[in-house]
């Protein structure tokens, strides 16, 4: 594949449309659709800027007995699905501080301890460039509705016994699902 050109087409508050022109072995040349969160998308070394757009939060209770998820409605797909707490790290923000608000905001815990914050890596890789840190720790606290006005979210904790079932009978995520079930047959 060559990569001949970028055009933003459309651009929102939270994502910006873009078609990247580029060539196939064959020779022809074709159009692939693509968001960023970047709205200044110029050339190919801006797609493949590694900075950390979000986080994600996998988290455990202190006894690590427990996995924190939230059930979130999610308008894209127009269903509730299971998914991590996540969100966007604001500007100036460490992504550690951007961990705490998020999890605070969606489901009031505070964020106890880090354990590893994994590289990064992208969100829906298909359409998107979008990228996450992935953090693993614990949360403490009492959970309560999510101080959102834009976002339906119901937080709980999920014993393994619990989780196997929700990944039987409900929607997931995809990241979600595939932790959730790693750490649900331990």
């Known amino acids: 594949m060559k990569y001949i050109s970028i055009r933003k087409v459309l651009g929102g508050r939270f994502i910006h449309r873009y078609d990247i022109t580029y060539e196939t072995e064959e020779g022809h040349e074709k159009i692939y659709e693509m968001i960023s969160r970047n709205p200044e998308v110029k050339r190919l070394e801006d ?35 299971y998914n991590f707490p996540a969100g966007l790290i604001e500007r100036g923000e460490t992504p550690e501080e951007s961990a705490a608000r998020e999890l605070k905001e969606e489901t009031g815990l505070e964020l106890a301890d880090i354990k590893e914050i994994l590289p990064i890596s992208y969100s829906a890789v298909g359409f998107s460039n979008e990228t996450n840190l992935c953090i693993l720790g614990t949360a403490e606290g009492r959970i309560r ?13 999920y ?18 699902q595939a932790y959730s079930y790693l750490w649900s047959r331990e």
């Open 47 to 81: 797609l493949q800027e590694k900075k950390a757009d979000a986080v994600v939060l996998i988290l455990h209770d202190a006894s690590g007995e427990k996995l924190l998820l939230n059930r979130e409605l999610r308008l894209a797909p127009g269903e509730w699905v």
């Open 145 to 157: 509705k999510s101080d959102s006005p834009a976002e339906e979210i119901e937080a709980g904790w």
């Open 159 to 176: 014993t393994k016994k619990e989780v196997r079932h929700l990944l039987q009978n409900e929607l997931f995520a995809g990241r979600t």
